[in-house]
């Protein structure tokens, strides 16, 4: 087991053999998860959905999606 110490701001510094052993690179993404008196720490793959969260904030995608099914939907309705 490695020890490691919190620092006044709350942050920890994985030491370089585990961030080797487990490829974190700069910008890996990981979760933390709480299980009683634990902290678990697990890698987030790149692929994965998190990645994108937040993406589309601020525009008018959902919108526009919306815009364009209730047009559809409508010409649907009408060829039917």
């Keep these: 087991m490695i020890t490691v110490r919190v620092s006044s701001k709350g942050q920890i510094a994985i030491p370089k053999a585990i961030r080797e052993q487990v490829g974190?690179?700069?910008?890996?993404?990981?979760?933390?998860?709480?299980k009683?008196?634990?902290l678990v720490i697990k890698k987030i793959p790149r692929h994965s959905w998190r990645r994108w969260r937040?993406?589309?904030?601020?525009?008018?995608?959902?919108q526009e999606h919306e815009q364009e099914h209730r047009e559809e939907l409508k010409k649907d309705a009408e060829g039917s």
Aim: charged share 25%; proline share 0%.
């Design 24 to 34: 974190l690179d700069t910008g890996t993404e990981l979760a933390i998860e709480i």
């Design 36 to 38: 009683g008196q634990e």
């Design 54 to 62: 937040g993406v589309l904030k601020g525009s008018d995608a959902l």
